[in-house]
């Protein structure tokens, strides 16, 4: 009993954490050196022999485990490979609209490429990275001045989620699925003659390799440079990256629908700057005309409808252009290839613009791409033939001309016109007489004149009917001293009949500017 209680008070006086030493057979039990060792720690007692086997077999089992598992992981990551073509749907926050997409998707390690094609836009290049570990992934690019972020994660499965934003303009969701391998109905296999607008038009001979998506193509360009490029085709299009032309390249667009032609932007990696049309060496093609009205679709940014009115003299191009108020009108010329249906137009046409087309074996359609510097714009373009023949607006000969606002008069106006170019006299009861000259849109019949008349320098600008029945538009008589209400002069609005003997209608059709008080309605049988 008396042994027992001074145990019991020895281990109530002994502080904790402690080594608790136990004799056994003349061996030492020392708990604290087990700890140590539990804990891959050094110490100078000793374990039991039973619990040192046992924690050298849990070692033995549990490490390799623990760098299987390790190298599994790092593994899995290192093989996440998203390049290749994507279908994907865009769904916009703002107005809840679905937007049909393509990516075609390139990665060197975490680094990633892209060239994006949405409908009804030209593609547009996107660099980032990705995260193989979180299997998520960012890119980044510009459309029209306007910075976009994509940011998603892609599924094991080879589906891809997301949002995006264009800063300012549109955000929203995406989901897509990868592509199955291109069909033969995509297939750019074969030689091709392909013309590269931009800095100078060069005509290339290039032969392209398809198998599956993958695509290989050699390029030889004006007889001397030549080299070697690679990318991937699939339904929404085909990109071509490398060294070509001295200088990294990028070549990315669409397969005509009879698979024979192909239209293009490119420029160096990542900057698609300038146009491009293409067609097979074999196709069979007779002398090209392109003369007529033209309907077509620009994709770029946003989508854009012009008119054009061409007329071919041998190889020799001429066109008078319209797009509504985003690029106004303009004039250009340019040359056909009549051996590939190939044509270059170039001009002024908001800022400078260019055309880079094919026209289609029977005559009727175009594909190709176009650019333009005001503003910035590189795309792809579709069209067709509205007419054989082009629209000329002529307004040559004699009109009278009925002036209304801060100063009515009634003059006789002569124009001869020389295409574009128009001159001419004018002489007005009130104002005096003098000489004239300005421009016409043959196609769209909007003109310009202006010349002095009396102390004023008289200014027309107006449009014409396309049947040339009548001229309306606004005038303005700027004055060498201001008035006394501080502007330049008088204006209103103007409105001409031929002078063939008619009676001239006494109505000006209202044009709605502020100097014009009155002015009498003009019944619909007289326009």
């Known amino acids: 009993m008396l042994r027992n209680k001074e145990l019991g008070t020895r281990n109530k006086a002994r502080p904790s954490g402690s080594s608790i030493r136990r004799e056994r057979g003349g061996g030492k039990l020392d708990i604290g050196a087990c700890r140590r060792r539990l804990g891959l720690q050094s110490g100078d007692g000793r374990c039991p022999r039973r619990l040192d086997v046992r924690l050298s077999l849990a070692l033995a089992v549990i490490a390799p485990g623990l760098l299987l598992l390790s190298y599994s992981c790092l593994h899995s990551a290192n093989d996440v490979d998203i390049s290749g073509s994507w279908t994907v749907t865009l769904r916009t926050v703002e107005s809840e609209a679905t937007i049909p997409c393509a990516f075609d998707l390139s990665q060197e390690g975490t680094e990633l490429s892209a060239l994006v094609q949405c409908e009804g836009l030209s593609p547009n290049s996107y660099t980032g990275s990705l995260d193989p570990l979180t299997r998520s992934f960012i890119i980044s690019g510009t459309v029209l001045f306007v ?48 013309h590269l607008g931009g800095e100078r038009l060069r005509r290339c001979e290039a032969a392209l390799e398809q198998s599956g998506s993958d695509l290989t193509a050699s390029f030889e360009c004006d007889g001397s440079e030549s080299g070697t490029v690679t990318g991937s085709s699939s339904a929404q299009g085909f990109s071509l990256r490398g060294d070509l032309l001295g200088r990294s390249f990028q070549l990315a667009g669409l397969l005509s629908e009879d698979g024979d032609a192909l239209s293009a932007t490119w420029g160096p990696a990542g900057r698609l700057l300038w146009p491009a049309a293409g067609v097979r060496r074999d196709r069979r093609a007779g002398p090209a005309d392109l003369s007529g009205d033209w309907s077509s679709t620009l994709n770029a940014a946003f989508a854009l409808t012009c008119r054009s009115a061409i007329r071919q003299q041998g190889t020799t191009l001429s066109s008078v252009v319209s797009c509504g108020s985003w690029l106004s009108e303009g004039t250009m010329t340019g040359t056909m290839d009549q051996q590939t249906g190939i044509y270059q137009l170039t001009g002024r046409v908001a800022g400078d613009a260019e055309v880079v087309a094919v026209v289609s074996a029977d005559g009727s359609s175009t594909v190709g791409a176009f650019s333009a510097t005001a503003p910035d714009l590189v795309g792809t373009l579709i069209g067709s033939r509205l007419s054989e023949t082009p629209t000329f607006i002529d307004v040559g000969g004699s009109w ?28 007005c009861e009130s104002s005096g007489s003098g000489e004239i000259e300005g421009h016409i849109n043959t196609l769209t019949g909007t003109f310009s004149l202006h010349g002095p008349l009396g102390d004023r320098e008289l200014f027309l600008n107006g449009e014409a009917t396309q049947e040339a029945r009548s001229l309306d538009g606004i005038w303005m ?46 019944p619909d049988d007289t326009r």
């Open 147 to 194: 910075p976009v972020s994509v940011e998603g994660t892609v599924s094991e499965d080879d589906a891809m989620s997301g949002t995006f934003d264009a800063e300012g303009v549109l955000s929203g969701t995406f989901t897509g699925i990868r592509d199955a391998e291109a069909s033969g109905d995509h297939d750019l296999t074969g030689d091709w003659i392909i």
């Open 400 to 427: 009278d001309m009925r002036l209304v606002g801060s100063l009515p008069d009634d003059c006789l106006v002569t124009v001869m016109q020389d295409d574009a170019l128009l001159s001419g006299s004018a002489s």
């Open 477 to 522: 008589g700027e004055s060498s001293e201001p008035t006394k209400d501080g502007g330049l002069g008088p204006f209103g609005c103007f409105s001409a009949h031929p002078s063939d003997g008619t009676p001239a209608s006494p109505c000006v059709p209202p044009c709605h500017h502020p100097a014009v008080q009155t002015h009498a309605p003009c």
